[in-house]
């Protein structure tokens, strides 16, 4: 029995040592396979190229965006000038219908006030049209002025050799800020495409 007991010691003591050969054994080997990685990409990597623009700063003041809102103002300009004549002659129609109510009789009176109400509703729902249809082509041009500007994020990107554009961010070191020189770089494209169309 007390051999038995002296073996079980004697196994008892040398699982110990083999359970912690094989943690040495393990902990040594994840080491060296996290280390190994480590140096390889710190030896492989290049610091990151990360620059920030300001996609509605591009909106606001592009070349581009200029010449879609020109574009808009004259699409739409006749529109808008025909509105204004028929606000002003509906004006100059009750303020006349004010001054002429004492001397009117209550049926021409009552007609006349029938006509200025449904006149007014004309009147208002032209100019809800006009905005909805002028809301509808901004909304058009502005996918198209987006889809353009981004592209020429993309292709600043790419020439300036970025990694990473962001154009969405709580905070942005100015250093990181390329907004001026897309901008810049959207002005020489633009005059760029000017120049041959001069004699």
């Known amino acids: 029995m007390a051999a038995v007991a002296a073996g079980t010691l004697t196994f008892f003591k040398q699982g110990i040592t083999m359970l912690q050969i094989r943690k040495w054994a393990a902990l040594v080997a994840i080491t060296g396979l996290l ?19 300001n996609v509605a700063r591009l909106l606001a003041e592009s070349p581009q965006a200029n010449a879609a809102n020109r574009s808009l103002e004259n699409e739409f300009a006749p529109r808008q000038r025909d509105l204004l004549a028929k606000q002003k002659a509906f ?5 006349k219908m004010q001054k002429d109510a004492a001397v009117m009789g209550a049926d021409e009176r009552r007609n006349a006030e029938n006509e200025m109400r449904r006149d007014e509703r004309d009147l208002t729902r032209q100019l809800d049209e006009l905005r909805e249809d002028l809301n509808n082509r901004k909304n058009e041009e502005l996918g198209k002025l987006r889809v353009n500007l981004l592209g020429e994020v993309e292709s600043f990107a790419r020439q300036g050799g970025y990694d990473l554009i962001i154009s969405d961010a709580l905070y942005v070191s100015p250093g990181l800020d390329v907004t001026a020189q897309v901008l810049q770089a959207l002005q020489s494209r633009s005059g760029a495409a000017k120049a041959p169309a001069k004699p």
Do not use: S
């Open 35 to 53: 280390a190994v990685p480590q140096v390889v990409l710190a030896q492989a990597a290049k610091p990151l190229k990360v620059g920030f623009v």
């Open 91 to 95: 004006k100059d129609r009750a303020d």
